[in-house]
């Protein structure tokens, strides 16, 4: 926006439209005229069916009806309901719970998590480090709390996490600030797909181990677990987090959790962070500010999401009906995976290195212009700088066997 009649920017840069948005009703407006069926349409965030409609877990619906008109309207605690608060750790860690004091407070999806993070663990003017590929919103949220992102590049020229890059952009920024916030995405990052394997995680917490033995530095690492559930087996997925335990004190993780896609609840609005650390008062001291923040912005969390949670770990029965239908959604992206990667070989088409999550990454130069080339031939995919980001979770395993090759074309025709 370059005019603001009553509105005050600050220091934001605040564009007035939506990318995303703006490419996704390209789509429908096109599918409205050749019919759905003959347009790809790979820029939801959600997982969608076949036909396109959102994927909802029908036991996580059985439950929101069996729920009281209390359960439903009363206002929740300030910090979440004590029920949520208690078994969304299990849902973050499972039977990998990290040694050290653990709180947990519950926010507006993964989104407030990430909110309050910086809020609380860095200063104004500051910047917040995350990986070159991020979601879009970590720098809207920096900006609106007056920070700066500074990025890594993610991956090296063999593809593994860039442990180098990581090393030198956390010293950089600990020579400048005390305080020092890392956003990473994982598992199954957003855009990427990526998901660091049990040395690539040892070798980041070794370099963060580093930076702490100065007392003075003060590191947050903030685990963004939005995607855990879409990321392979449940139990095998979570297995980094006993990594956690026995960190020096002067590095706080804290992981934030989302009922979004895990639980089909995009529009409730509801997650949680959850922090690890040795020292029991830094653990006061988390809920302390973090429910100061909560009552600064939002006030409380969505109850009847907190209500459906607390019911699941509280029933095994209910549990395990969760766990199938959540297994079997799973299946459906996996497949749609397995098959866009095989025919992106097949075409020689260069990806960021995908292990599982809702969202892939074609690295290209030109990204707008082939995003553009590519709607010629009714397929929409949001150009991302250095890439396309293409939502796989949106799109049926039909369509990921014929989309590779023409990415591929695109690209070479805007070379
Ligand atoms: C990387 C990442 N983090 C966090 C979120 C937060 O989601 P929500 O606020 O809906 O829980 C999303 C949602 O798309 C995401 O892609």
Known sequence: MNQYLMAVPGKRQISGDD?????????HDMAAEVGSENVVNATIGALLDDEGTLMVMPSIIDIYRSLSPLEISEYAPIAGVPSFLKNVRTAVFGSHIPEGY???IATPGGTGAIRNTIQN?????????????FWSPYKTISDELNRKIETFTMFDE?????IEAFESKVNTLLKKQSHLVILFNAPAHNPTGFTPEHHEWDALLDVVKKEAKDFEKKITLFIDAAYIDFAGDPDSSRAFFSKFSNLPENILVIVAFSMSKGYTLYGMRSGAM????PKKAIAEEFRTVNMYSNRGTWSNGTRPA?????????DPQLFRKVADERASFRS????????FLDYAQKSSLEMCPYKSGFFMTIPCDHAEAVGKELQKDAIFIVPIGKGLRFAVSAVSEEKCRIVPEKIAAAIGKCK
């Open 19 to 27: 990318k995303i948005f703006g490419i996704n009703k390209a789509a």
């Open 102 to 104: 653990t709180e947990a």
């Open 121 to 133: 663990y860095s200063s104004m003017g500051e910047a917040v480090l995350t990986t070159d590929w």
């Open 158 to 162: 063999c593809k593994n996490l860039n």
């Open 274 to 277: 959850v922090c690890v650390t």
């Open 306 to 314: 907190m209500m459906i949670l607390s019911k699941i770990f509280e």
């Open 332 to 339: 459906v992206l996996e497949r749609r995976a397995a098959v």
